[in-house]
């Protein structure tokens, strides 16, 4: 692993812009951000493969359990960076991001994680003035994306099916809600990124079963102080669009459908599969982003009832963990969204190979052992079912999120993490349990 930043050199704070930037001797075209992430992996092979020169940086936080992080190791991370954990404040990490960008040469900064997102939001000007790029859309279209009250309100003034759900603003408004809505339904936060007085937290869509089961999540949620939503729970499949959309068209558009996610409801997809973009999504997908002019990369996701009818999830307006998928179809999504971001033209793709199938193999085991610990909550398979579904996926023809034959060190990186992280949390439940032993 390469050195980081803060072994290899004090930066020092900036007294001239001008001057700073014509100090700078090293220069990247794209600083991954949030290189924990499988879609970052992604996109270092993508713009490594197109002789861009990358660096990526992780947090502090990212290094809990591991010191492992598979994008480090890929052939084409010229350089890794590991700044300080911004969930317990931002200071450290914006001036630890600053620092970097003042003294290194940055084309494009490119976040992933809903987390980062909200933090470039709020210094996206600070950090544009020094020559880099943000890869996120304009404000205005961000701040109704990131929303899904304001998104499933734009959503049913255009016509699209939305989810029969109630906004709630306290746990004394869930009763009546579940009232309305009835059981089971899901609780979503408004927001999947919220900042706390202490720290800032990532909040998701929980399935509940009874109100008090639904009291408790929603709890949880206001304690931070969002809103939710408390809708219809829907059994059917669940897919999604993707998009790349600048100047009014569209450059790419991109389909696939998750059969097993993790967590079940709401988390990401750990086996999908390449789908033709269906009519009766693709349609309003596009309507909605032409509505928000939600430029740059997008997915779009659905969740369709039990008569097959399609209903607006969400977007998400960053990368997705789902991306290599497109990738590996044909639509090289991450380097389409560094050519726009960097004010570059970007190539029309008119198709893509359907039926291609990716596989995250280790999302895949823990859905696994969800099935077994959930057994007879809404929407979770049969253990056995489970079971014979896991192992035969070995037999057929699919892909695995960090395998690449021209870049094979990441996925033996994970690997290891994966048992570092394993071992972490075997080694602590024993010495929680000989402490419980002791006191008896």
């Known amino acids: 692993m390469d050195e980081t930043l803060s072994r290899k050199s004090d930066v020092g704070d900036a007294t001239e812009q001008q001057g700073e930037r014509q100090r700078r001797d090293v220069t990247y075209d794209a600083l991954i951000l949030d290189a924990k992430l499988r879609q970052s992996l992604v996109t270092v092979r993508s713009l490594g493969q197109h002789g861009k020169r990358v660096a990526a940086l992780a947090t502090e936080d990212n290094l809990v359990y591991s010191d492992q992080v598979p994008i480090f190791s890929s052939r084409w991370c010229q350089q890794s960076y590991i700044a300080p954990s911004y969930k317990n404040g931002t200071q450290p990490y914006l001036h630890y991001l600053l620092q970097l960008v003042r003294s290194t040469g940055i084309g494009v900064l490119i976040p992933s994680a809903d987390g980062t997102v909200e933090l470039l939001r709020a210094h996206r000007q600070e950090l544009e003035q020094w020559g880099s790029r943000v890869a996120l859309t304009k404000e ?52 999947s990124w919220r900042w706390g007085e202490q720290e800032g937290v990532r909040l998701i869509s929980r399935l509940v079963t009874s109100l008090d089961e639904a009291r408790q999540v929603a709890e949880t949620i206001s304690v931070v102080g969002s809103t939710m939503l408390v809708q219809q729970f829907l059994r059917g499949r669940r897919e999604a669009v993707s998009f ?44 909605l982003v032409q509505e928000l002019d939600l430029e740059g990369y997008s997915e779009v996701e659905f969740r369709r009832d039990s008569a097959g009818r399609p209903y607006l999830m969400e977007i998400n307006p960053r990368l997705s963990a789902s991306v290599e998928l497109a990738v590996r179809a044909g639509v090289d999504f991450p380097y389409m969204l560094y050519r726009w971001a960097a004010g570059e033209r970007i190539e029309r793709v008119q198709g893509y190979r359907v039926g291609e199938w990716m596989r995250y193999l280790e999302g895949d085991l823990l859905a696994l052992v969800e099935s077994f610990r959930q057994h007879g909550r809404p929407g979770i398979q049969p253990p056995a079912q489970a079971l014979w579904e896991f192992v035969s996926t070995f037999f057929l023809p699919t892909g695995y999120d960090y395998m690449d034959k021209h870049d094979p060190l990441p996925a033996w990186t994970a690997f290891r993490e994966f048992a570092d992280h394993v071992w972490y949390h075997k080694k602590n439940f024993w010495s929680a349990a000989t402490k419980i032993k002791s006191t008896q």
């Open 244 to 287: 790349l959309y600048a100047n009014g068209e569209f450059y790419a558009r991109f389909a696939q459908w998750a059969k097993r996610t993790h967590p079940q409801l709401g988390g990401t997809s750990v086996y999908r599969q390449s789908i033709a973009v269906p009519r009766d999504l693709g349609e309003p997908a596009e309507r």
């Open 140 to 191: 205005a279209a961000l701040a109704t994306a990131v929303n899904k009250e304001q998104t499933l309100q734009v959503a049913k003034h255009l016509g699209l099916n939305v989810p029969h759900g109630v906004l709630v603003r306290t746990v004394d408004e869930i009763a009546e809600a579940l009232r309305e809505v009835g059981l089971p339904a899901v609780i979503k936060p408004v927001s």
